[in-house]
């Protein structure tokens, strides 16, 4: 779906972030109520401890026709509602950088009190921002340490690759575009065929050929187990910042 800037009002302290989206037509204001007061669907983007003073603040007025959603690492549906009216419509969503280029892998759940209705909206809202999946509320925390730091972690492969071209001959432009292309690339063909990744690289393989050479090496490296690794400790410190 698609709404007009006029019809959208953004909040932020000062107007050092909000400069840009001025430019842009959105309505601003200083006041976070006066969002509650004109908007319905009210998205939460602050860091999380700043979270429970934002609640705190717009919470009288909130109303039954609201829909709060919410975009804080590591807080809850269930902290999200203690602090909101009883009854309150309440999202809890997870996006990605990628969301910036159409690309982006985002997850959301339902609090206790929105259903399908609210959730095909959010749906509706973001489809335009990449992959949107509804999915139980303890996959989000593990969706941060895959997609949300995962994107870091392609960056690193990506770089890695082009740097190991580089060390080859290629000049360092080129390189860097050719593993970007590589990368899409094979992500596309996951999406597209929906085999698994060990089916797609063994097709890639031929007996005594390049890749099983360079597969050997990763392994060698312990790529899996260390990229394994990374996702389970971005995972963990999640859930950390969900429990303080």
Not at 198 to 226: F, M, N, Q
């Amino acid at each position: 779906e698609q709404f007009p800037v006029d019809q959208m009002m953004v909040s932020a302290p000062t107007d050092r972030n909000l400069a840009n989206l001025q430019a842009c037509g959105f309505r601003t204001t200083h006041t976070n109520r006066d969002i509650v007061t004109h908007c319905k669907v009210v998205f939460l983007a602050t860091k999380p401890h700043i979270i429970p003073l934002v609640l705190k603040e717009i919470s009288s007025d909130v109303t039954p026709d609201h829909v709060i959603v919410s975009m804080a690492a590591g807080v809850t549906l269930k902290t999200l509602e203690t602090y909101l009216p009883i009854g309150t419509k309440v999202l809890r969503m997870m996006p990605n950088l990628p969301c910036i280029v159409q690309e982006g892998a985002i997850v959301f759940s339902v609090g206790s009190h929105a259903g399908e209705e609210e959730a095909k909206m959010l749906r509706g809202l973001l489809s335009g921002c990449g992959l949107c999946v509804e999915v139980p509320e303890s996959y989000i925390d593990i969706h941060t340490g895959l997609s949300g730091s995962g994107v870091a972690y392609v960056y690193m492969f990506a770089e890695a690759l082009a740097d190991g071209a580089v060390k080859m001959g290629m000049p360092s432009a080129l390189s860097r575009e050719i593993a970007a292309q590589t990368l899409l690339g094979a992500a596309k063909m996951i999406l597209h065929t929906e085999d698994h990744p060990a089916k797609l690289k063994s097709d890639v393989c031929t007996p005594g050929g390049t890749t099983i050479y360079g597969l050997h090496e990763l392994e060698r490296g312990g790529l899996r187990a260390t990229v394994m690794n990374a996702v389970e400790a971005a995972t963990k410190r999640a859930q950390e910042m969900g429990r303080k």
